[in-house]
């Protein structure tokens, strides 16, 4: 029954790919195949001193950097990126978090992680946006490999502008003293996995990771649906 639905749905309102915009075939999700299949992936998984473990040697211990997949400046996946962040298309973040996790659940990638933790938004940015990007791609990798959740206790505690047009000593100094983490968490002496939709600098998970590390988290490993390509 719930097929029939789906196939007179799709027939009023097409659904279509957040990458190249071809109207989706019945059994595809928020990706077509093809797109899906040909998606820039990193492989970070099977490199651990990783371009993005780079960002933060000397700066902050990382036992695991990894990021789904590459996006370039102008790239449709890039685009991705920017649906779902800003325009609504949560669930497709959920979706890919689902999928990282299922593609890699045989890797040794999750043994020892206690909880996964998104990176917050400031409370006004979050209510105007209606949602965090980040939690959601959280919250699918934590439906597929069972790690709990963990939200609130890592908070934004000032209201930035946006990045987009900083440097990265000035992206820097910006995500300086911004998070806070709440007295008596529950993350204390636990291995965190936390969670972003990009990398870039690294400057935001640079000063989330320093505030949960001084906080009493033991062990911290990263995630980000996205890793910009520098090369
Ligand atoms: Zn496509």
New binding site residues.
Partial sequence: MRDWFRDIADFFFPRT?Q??D?VLLHNENH??T??LLNMPRTEFVRDLDNSMAQLFYGKLPVQRALAYFYFTKGSDYRTLIHRIKYHGEKECGQYLGRMFAREYRLDDIWTGIDYIVPVPLHRRKEQRRGYNQSEWIARGISQETGIPLCCGVLQCKTHRQSQTQKGIYERYLSTRNVFELQPSSPLVGRHVLLVDDVVTTGATLLSCGEVLLQGGVKQLSLFTLAAARMT
């Fill in positions: 790919c990458v190249c071809r990706l077509c093809h797109c």
